[in-house]
């Protein structure tokens, strides 16, 4: 058998099969076509990748990639290079009245997948700089339940869910109230929604009990105020309730929203992220954050193993976004690829407190496959 692209000899993690092992996979019209040990074929592109990390293709759940269009977007093949994304969910750049652009002027031309959740307010984050810095949430005059959802139902292939910030950075004094916005948004689209939350109020216990079976609190490991420890050090009840009931729990790092001693404790009591993404924009691509390959570092240098953190980053969100077809190298699967390697050396990693990790190994960017042809390799 002869394939478009043969990757041979990598270290296949594909969490949804169970695979964890040296193995071949091949791709051929655009689709994953085969995996397996030592794979009797040939490529008619083939690469060597022993010692490399072969997962499916790596999403960024929480990401800002409407650049131009915003003032915190960053190019998303630009940076796709670097972070090994094939595929990144814009949440919340664009509302109602600019969702188009990020249609036609970022999703429709980058080589990288784009899709989105859309603001519930109709501007989209609008007011965002180091100088300016006005919460999209916080005139209500600009969150319309109705006009969300009908935007929304006008482009599924685009908006998998409802954004809302809320905090009192972002929506001041309005408490819950756009959050309960958001949901009847989602209510009226059939969606997810995924909910900011910076400080108080609301409380962080307050945000959990309004989300809903399959909504999403992202910034989840902030430092306080709002972290997801209570004043004992200990997990809030609220965080294991709202486990039980179906709430998804996302990183989304960030410039303000990932505490290496907030993640420790965590990990420590055992409550380990659902997603991690890294929330990058324009104010954090140059660190902290850098992009989510950073972030995972960072929790493989906190313990996390490699297998649970390739989920949080491909299967896990695949099945939110409702793209199975995304989450695993099963073939029939579309064809998106990230080669990872570790490589070795003395690496410190920095938090959004200023707090740092020493760590002798790190994450990078081997190569990047999207719909089955090799699109970047370093
Ligand atoms: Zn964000």
Redesign the pocket.
């Known amino acids: 058998m002869r394939y478009d692209l043969l990757l041979r000899g990598g270290r296949v993690i594909d969490p949804r099969s169970g695979l964890d092992g040296v193995a071949d996979v091949a791709l051929h019209d655009g689709r994953v076509a085969a995996v397996g040990a030592s794979l009797d074929a040939e490529g008619t592109l083939e690469r060597d990748l022993a010692g490399c990390i072969v997962m499916p293709g790596m999403i960024d759940f929480?990401a800002?990639v409407y650049p131009a269009g915003t003032s915190l977007g960053v190019d998303p093949d630009a940076l796709a290079r670097r972070a090994g994304t094939t595929t990144w969910l814009d949440?919340?750049s664009a509302g109602a009245g600019n969702i188009a652009g990020l249609r036609d002027h970022v999703a429709a031309r980058a080589a990288t997948r784009v899709l989105a959740y859309l603001h519930v307010s109709f501007a989209g984050i609008f007011g965002f700089s180091r100088e300016v810095m006005v919460g999209e949430s916080w005139d209500l005059r600009l969150l319309e339940p109705a006009v969300c959802a009908r935007v929304a139902r006008e482009n599924p292939d685009l908006v998998r869910g409802i954004k809302v910030r809320i905090g009192a950075l972002t929506s001041g004094p309005h408490g819950l109230l756009p959050l309960h916005l958001a949901i009847e948004a989602a209510e009226l689209a059939g969606l997810p929604v995924m909910c900011?939350i910076d400080r108080p109020p609301p409380t962080y216990a307050q945000v959990l009990e309004t989300l809903r079976p399959g909504d999403i609190l992202?910034h989840c490991f902030r430092p306080p105020p709002n972290a997801p420890l209570g004043g004992d050090g200990r997990v809030r009840e609220a965080c294991w309730q709202a486990r039980e009931r179906g709430v998804l729990f996302d990183v989304?790092h960030?410039m303000g929203s990932f505490s290496f001693a907030v993640a420790e404790a965590m990990l420590a009591q055992g409550f380990a992220p659902d997603i991690v993404s890294s929330?990058v924009?324009s104010l954090c691509v140059d660190g902290p954050a850098f992009d989510n390959l950073e972030t995972m570092s960072k929790f493989l240098t906190l313990g996390m193993d490699l297998p649970s953190l390739v989920a949080a980053v491909s299967a896990t969100p695949a099945l939110k976004l409702g793209r199975p077809d995304l989450a695993d190298l099963a073939p029939g699967s579309t064809g998106d690829v990230t080669v990872l390697e570790l490589v070795e050396g003395d690496f410190t990693l920095v938090d959004v407190t200023g707090a740092t990790r020493r760590t002798p190994r790190k994450l990078r960017t081997r190569a990047v496959v999207l719909a089955g042809r090799l699109w970047h390799e370093a």
């Open positions: 929480h800002h949440v919340g900011h992202t989304a960030g929330d924009h």
